[in-house]
Each structure stands twice: as structure tokens, then as C-alpha cells.
T-cell receptor
């Protein structure tokens, strides 16, 4: 049972344009959401997060939006750069669960010139 | 930056043999996690630890055991390796409860033949 879903395995975007990566979740106990970025042969690195008490969090070119009623979150990257090409994982956690994360299956983003 | 190293980086082993993967951290972080990454599944939690000798199961713990006799070391053991355990294994550390910005190791690519 996949509690965190990323339905788009891949996405291609031109440099300078907006990249939008989507994530859906089913567990209503999740109250903290994160995005991780992963390059080949490296471990994932934390990118940005959002608490369920907010609907938006911004950090430079990266913005995460949370729609609790739809159980949906998205990551916007503006403007997209070639160095953003990587696999992006959405993750979620519930309070009181020893900071355990449940990850989605990942979306491979390719930013083209 | 938290130091976290995984060893070995690559390993090929035969079906039925025991295998131990090591995760070593230099920062005395309390929480440590073992995840596996597989195509179509993202990252899935195998086991985690919330202190020396304190461990618990994740969602895919069958066939795996862990030990944490020192704060800095978290070992993952495949008691009798199977081909379904061919995967990339990642260790992660977290500073405290509620800190979801994990630091991941670089991973161990394990092939069971």
C-alpha cells in the first residue's frame, strides 16, 4: 500500500521555465512533508519541507505547496537550471513516529538547454 | 556537517550467505535509519534505531536484522541473502525527534547472485 505517491516517473523542462513536481498521500496522520533531491551514486539530500499548519513554504527558487483537503503537495522550481536535473523524492512523516519518513517513488527531472 | 560513511560501497555476494553493512557517524546523533532503494518503490524503511541497543522494525524488515552497540555504528545484517535483497542501501541520521532533515550516506550497492 503506497501511502505516498508520485505518479509522474519523469519530467522534462526547458532551462529557465518552471518545473512542477507533484505528490499525493493517503495517510491523514501525516503532518510533515519534505522533498529530497538525489543525484546518481549519491545519497538523497534534503531540499525543503512544510508543516501541515502551513500551505506554502519558499526557499529561494524552490516553493512547496500543500493542499491538505486534497492530500496533495507540489514542488515548484523557478527558474529551472540544468543542475536541477536529478531524481526528486517526496516524503512524509507523522508526529510521534521517531522521525520515520515514508517516501514516494520519485520523479526524474531533466532540465534541458 | 554530520559525517556519515557507509561500507562497503559495493558488494556482490552469493545467495544464502550472510552479509553485514556498516553505517558509521561521527556526530553522536541519536536516530539512525536503514532504507533500501528499488525502482518503482522509492526508499523504504528497513529498521531504525533511537539509541544504543534501541532498535525497531520498518516496513520491509523481513530477512534483515540490525544492531547498535555504540552510538556511532549501526549495522544491517542480511542473515541469508536472497536475490530479492539486491538493492541500494542507504543509511541516514537525524539529530533529534522531529528533525526530518536527514543526512544520508552515499549508499551501498548490494548484488546477490
Amino acid at each position: 500500500d503506497q501511502q505516498v505517491k508520485q505518479n509522474s516517473p519523469s519530467l522534462s523542462v526547458q532551462e529557465g521555465r518552471i518545473s512542477i513536481l507533484n505528490c499525493d498521500y493517503t495517510n491523514s496522520m501525516f503532518d510533515y512533508f519534505l522533498w529530497y533531491k538525489k543525484y546518481p551514486a549519491e545519497g538523497p539530500t534534503f531540499l525543503i519541507s512544510i508543516s501541515s499548519i502551513k500551505d506554502k513554504n519558499e526557499d529561494g527558487r524552490f516553493t512547496v505547496f500543500l493542499n491538505k483537503s486534497a492530500k496533495h503537495l507540489s514542488l515548484h522550481i523557478v527558474p529551472s537550471q540544468p543542475g536541477d536535473s536529478a531524481v526528486y523524492f517526496c516524503a512524509a512523516s507523522a508526529t510521534g513516529t521517531a522521525s520515520k519518513l515514508t517516501f514516494g517513488t520519485g520523479t526524474r527531472l531533466q532540465v534541458t538547454l | 556537517d554530520a559525517g556519515i560513511t557507509q561500507s562497503p560501497r559495493h558488494k556482490v555476494t552469493e545467495t544464502g550467505t550472510p552479509v553485514t553493512l556498516r553505517c558509521h557517524q561521527t556526530e553522536n546523533h541519536r536516530y539512525m535509519y536503514w532504507y533500501r532503494q528499488d525502482p518503482g518503490h522509492g526508499l523504504r524503511l528497513i529498521h531504525y534505531s533511537y539509541g544504543v541497543k534501541d532498535t525497531d522494525k520498518g516496513e520491509v524488515s523481513d530477512g534483515y536484522s540490525v544492531s547498535r552497540s555504540k552510538t556511532e555504528d549501526f549495522l544491517l545484517t542480511l542473515e541469508s541473502a536472497t536475490s530479492s535483497q539486491t538493492s541500494v542501501y542507504f543509511c541516514a541520521i537525524s539529530v533529534r525527534q522531529g528533525d526530518y532533515g536527514y543526512t544520508f550516506g552515499s549508499g551501498t550497492r548490494l548484488t546477490v547472485v
